[in-house]
Nanobody, 124 residues
Framework: QVQLVESGGGLVLPGGSLRLSCAAS????????MGWFRQAPGKEREFVAT????????YYTDSVKGRFTISRDNAKNTVYLQMDRVKPEDTAVYYC?????????????????WGQGTQVTVSS
């Protein structure tokens, strides 16, 4: 049974920073690609970032490039999303997910296990 547990969400001021974590268990974490998605109220879930098993292949959606950084620590079975210079439009529930895909994939259907999500609210 694969389990993904996100943490680190909360309320942050525009321009501020937040670091999300996703702890994985039940699968050989270091063998799989990880991704972050988000879903804002009334909108569909959208891709944010993905990282390969070795951390050498990383891809971001355009709206977060230069502001967000995805990373992973395979020794801790954890993937991170460092969010800097956040904007109100970054407000959403953020989900981590795992995929067996080798190449960077941005569609949710390519990810087979998901966490429960953590709320990020950017507001003054």
């Amino acid at each position: 049974q694969v389990q993904l547990v996100e943490s680190g969400g909360g309320l942050v001021l525009p321009g501020g920073s937040l670091r999300l974590s996703c702890a994985a268990s039940g699968r050989t974490f270091s063998s799989y690609r990880m991704g972050w998605f988000r879903q804002a109220p009334g909108k569909e879930r959208e891709f944010v970032a993905t990282i390969s098993w070795a951390g050498t292949n990383i891809y971001y959606t355009d709206s977060v490039k230069g502001r967000f950084t995805i990373s992973r620590d395979n020794a801790k079975n954890t993937v991170y999303l460092q969010m800097d210079r956040v904007k109100p439009e970054d407000t959403a529930v953020y989900y981590c997910a795992t995929s067996t895909a080798y190449n960077a994939v941005v569609i949710s259907e390519a990810y087979d296990y998901w966490g429960q999500g953590t709320q990020v609210t950017v507001s003054s």
